[in-house]
């Protein structure tokens, strides 16, 4: 039985999908959800190519090869893999600093750690990321696809524009004089277009829309402005052969870090994307499978020349929405975009590159969060800190060093807050009554002379272990005795533990005999390790309260 659940986790759920029963009616549903999935992914393939430094085709060869696996091999039903703009930064770097070479290895390797990690069983690692980070570099990465995508937008003549926001919006300002208003009229109007029918016909494929009417009045007026065609002369139909990637050692040690972050990001996004789409659907998927599903796809699309791929939050909405109740929806718009490829690649070279980058604006004011950024600039300062310095790094540093310092500061703040709540309580101080139970009320009242009783209230590790001894240094005289209740500290770390022997080694200095009453499983364990249990000689363990003050009441006075 245990095995049989141990299989599960591990199964993809298109495998489970089969064995409930697959009909001809479920089919027809998810044929017209991967079709209306897949004239939403066919613009936004292309342009996230584009914007990530490489070409529209490697755009549709992710959605493809990722796209039809992360569907087949995941843990969501309805899961839409492929390129997405969260990685935009990434690629764009990677590609700058180790040529396309080195982004196919980099996406390989981080397709074997993603594989790696699923059978790690770190799918739940989604929780704990705080949310401020996860908002704050989200945020950044919108910003950064935003401010990328104004020089094709306004026309501009500057040449590669670096990748760096700065320098970039100095380009941008010294090149204000270069302007084509044919082709900023061409954007406007195709942002327009994408906007209105969002708010109006929210079913209709906006992008799709914006990208058509701009190819036609671009080729049917001659307007002179820059397309597909004109900067790609040589773009690729269909797909290409596998082939592995050029490697030494020398590039696998420099790409390493790149494929951390490509990990990160694809299991981060894959998992929230799940989440998401279990709370429209009311299924759950299976975290570790997902990103087993997630690493196969990227090794698959590096193999085949394409770029790293994960779950797509706004696409798998779509899917939800169009009716896709399978894995099936997924494979099928990766198979419509094939046939794309395959008979209709030609027409890429019409699509005007200002339209494209409309589309990428709508895409990074999604990927804000607007509404959520706004709502944590609320939040206390600890929490707005964390999203701010997230933010300000990933847009003029670095997105691995704005996830690293964010979830590091992030990770103190936690902390410094769980010290502040753990309590290291005197019972002989007045407290109300309403707030004692059955065994304060009993110890108040019956203490004997020279005993000392402390309750420790909350995880005892390191950001509190310090707090012990200050307790100690308050007791003044020392006493005979001193009871330390344990029965509220659920966990206790190696620091705990060191403070623990360092304050039950000056007490024992000062002649005080310590007992710890109720430890639990866990601090027991720990102590037991650190040769602090109850047949150490070096301290007394009681089961309850009360137990240690009949060992307090029977030691000698003089003991």
Same mark, same amino acid.
């Given at each position: 039985?245990?095995?049989?659940?141990?299989?599960?986790?591990?199964?993809?759920?298109?495998?489970?999908?089969?064995?409930?029963?697959?009909?001809? *009616?479920?089919?027809?549903?998810?044929?017209?959800?991967?079709?209306?999935?897949?004239?939403?992914?066919?613009?936004?393939?292309?342009?996230? *190519?584009?914007?990530?430094?490489?070409?529209?085709?490697?755009? #549709?060869?992710?959605?493809? !090869?990722?796209?039809?696996?992360?569907?087949?091999?995941?843990?969501?039903?309805?899961?839409?893999?492929?390129?997405?703009?969260?990685?935009?930064?990434?690629?764009?770097?990677? /590609?700058?600093?180790?040529?396309?070479?080195?982004?196919?290895?980099?996406?390989?390797?981080?397709?074997?750690?993603?594989?790696?990690?699923?059978?790690?069983?770190?799918?739940?690692?989604?929780?704990?990321?705080?949310?401020?980070?996860?908002?704050?570099?989200?945020?950044?990465?919108?910003? /950064?696809?935003?401010?990328?995508?104004?020089?094709?937008?306004?026309?501009?003549?500057?040449?590669?524009?670096?990748?760096?926001?700065?320098?970039?919006?100095?380009?941008?300002?010294?090149?204000?004089?270069? !302007?084509?208003?044919? $082709?900023?009229?061409?954007?406007?109007?195709?942002?327009?277009?994408?906007?209105?029918?969002?708010?109006?016909?929210?079913?209709?494929?906006?992008?799709?829309?914006?990208?058509?009417?701009?190819?036609?009045?671009?080729?049917?007026?001659?307007?002179?402005?820059? $397309?597909?065609?004109?900067?790609?002369?040589?773009?690729? $139909?269909?797909?290409?052969?596998?082939?592995?990637?050029?490697?030494?050692?020398?590039? %696998?040690?420099?790409?390493?870090?790149?494929?951390?972050?490509?990990?990160?990001?694809?299991? /981060?996004?894959? %998992?929230?994307?799940?989440?998401?789409?279990?709370?429209?659907?009311?299924?759950?998927?299976?975290?570790?499978?997902?990103?087993?599903?997630?690493?196969?796809?990227?090794?698959?699309?590096?193999?085949?020349?394409?770029?790293?791929?994960?779950?797509? /939050?706004?696409?798998?909405?779509?899917?939800?929405?169009?009716?896709?109740? $399978?894995?099936?929806?997924?494979?099928?718009?990766?198979?419509?975009?094939?046939?794309?490829? #395959?008979?209709?690649?030609?027409?890429?070279?019409?699509?005007?590159?200002?339209?494209?980058?409309? !589309?990428?604006?709508?895409?990074?004011?999604?990927?804000?969060?607007?509404?959520?950024?706004?709502?944590?600039?609320?939040?206390?300062?600890?929490?707005?800190?964390?999203?701010?310095?997230?933010?300000?790094?990933?847009?003029?540093?670095?997105?691995?060093?704005?996830?690293?310092?964010?979830?590091?500061?992030?990770?103190?703040?936690?902390?410094?807050?769980?010290?502040?709540?753990?309590?290291?309580?005197?019972?002989?101080?007045?407290?109300?009554?309403?707030?004692?139970?059955?065994?304060?009320?009993?110890?108040?009242?019956?203490?004997?002379?020279?005993?000392?009783?402390?309750?420790?209230?909350?995880?005892?590790?390191?950001?509190?272990?310090?707090?012990?001894?200050?307790?100690?240094?308050?007791?003044?005289?020392?006493?005979?005795?001193?009871?330390?209740?344990?029965?509220?500290?659920?966990?206790?770390?190696?620091?705990?533990?060191?403070?623990?022997?360092?304050?039950?080694?000056?007490?024992?200095?000062?002649?005080?005999?310590?007992? %710890?009453?109720?430890?639990?499983?866990?601090?027991?364990?720990?102590?037991?390790?650190?040769?602090?249990?109850?047949?150490?000689?070096?301290?007394?363990?009681?089961?309850?309260?009360?137990?240690?003050?009949?060992?307090?009441?029977?030691?000698?006075?003089?003991?």
């Amino acid at each position: 039985m245990r095995r049989d659940s141990r299989l599960q986790v591990f199964t993809p759920k298109i495998l489970s999908v089969f064995r409930e029963g697959y009909d001809l *009616g479920k089919l027809r549903c998810d044929a017209v959800a991967g079709l209306t999935v897949a004239i939403v992914a066919l613009p936004l393939a292309m342009a996230l *190519g584009i914007a990530s430094g490489a070409s529209p085709d490697k755009g #549709l060869v992710t959605a493809v !090869i990722a796209g039809f696996l992360i569907s087949a091999l995941g843990g969501s039903r309805v899961q839409i893999g492929g390129p997405t703009g969260a990685f935009v930064v990434v690629i764009f770097n990677v /590609i700058a600093r180790h040529g396309y070479d080195g982004l196919l290895l980099a996406t390989l390797l981080a397709g074997l750690m993603l594989i790696v990690a699923g059978y790690a069983r770190l799918g739940q690692v989604i929780k704990f990321i705080p949310h401020p980070v996860i908002t704050g570099f989200t945020a950044g990465i919108a910003v /950064i696809i935003a401010s990328s995508q104004v020089k094709d937008f306004l026309g501009l003549r500057t040449g590669k524009v670096s990748a760096d926001f700065i320098e970039q919006w100095g380009a941008y300002w010294q090149a204000l004089d270069s !302007i084509n208003l044919v $082709t900023l009229m061409v954007g406007a109007v195709s942002l327009a277009m994408i906007v209105v029918v969002r708010h109006f016909a929210p079913r209709l494929p906006g992008f799709l829309l914006a990208v058509v009417v701009a190819s036609l009045a671009v080729t049917l007026l001659g307007l002179p402005v820059e $397309t597909i065609g004109s900067r790609f002369p040589d773009i690729q $139909t269909g797909l290409p052969m596998p082939a592995i990637p050029e490697f030494s050692i020398e590039k %696998l040690r420099l790409v390493l870090p790149s494929a951390f972050t490509i990990a990160f990001l694809a299991g /981060i996004e894959a %998992l929230l994307s799940a989440v998401v789409a279990d709370g429209m659907t009311g299924t759950r998927h299976r975290s570790n499978q997902e990103l087993v599903g997630q690493g196969v796809a990227n090794v698959a699309s590096a193999l085949f020349g394409g770029l790293p791929a994960t779950g797509a /939050i706004a696409r798998t909405a779509t899917n939800i929405k169009a009716g896709g109740l $399978t894995p099936v929806a997924g494979m099928l718009h990766a198979a419509f975009v094939l046939l794309f490829m #395959l008979f209709a690649a030609d027409l890429m070279a019409w699509v005007p590159m200002a339209a494209l980058a409309a !589309i990428l604006f709508v895409v990074a004011w999604g990927m804000s969060e607007h509404e959520r950024f706004i709502a944590l600039l609320k939040m206390p300062n600890g929490d707005r800190g964390v999203l701010l310095l997230t933010f300000g790094l990933t847009v003029f540093v670095d997105l691995t060093v704005a996830i690293g310092v964010g979830v590091t500061i992030a990770s103190l703040l936690f902390m410094m807050r769980m010290s502040e709540s753990v309590q290291i309580e005197d019972i002989r101080q007045a407290v109300p009554d309403g707030e004692l139970d059955a065994d304060d009320l009993q110890q108040r009242d019956s203490l004997p002379d020279g005993v000392e009783v402390f309750r420790i209230n909350g995880p005892f590790f390191f950001g509190v272990a310090s707090d012990l001894l200050d307790t100690l240094r308050r007791v003044g005289q020392p006493p005979r005795v001193i009871i330390l209740r344990m029965r509220l500290v659920p966990l206790l770390d190696a620091s705990g533990v060191r403070a623990l022997g360092d304050f039950i080694r000056q007490a024992s200095g000062g002649g005080t005999r310590i007992i %710890l009453s109720g430890v639990q499983t866990q601090p027991a364990e720990m102590l037991r390790r650190a040769q602090l249990g109850g047949d150490s000689g070096k301290v007394l363990h009681a089961s309850d309260y009360a137990a240690a003050l009949q060992l307090a009441r029977d030691m000698p006075a003089d003991d």
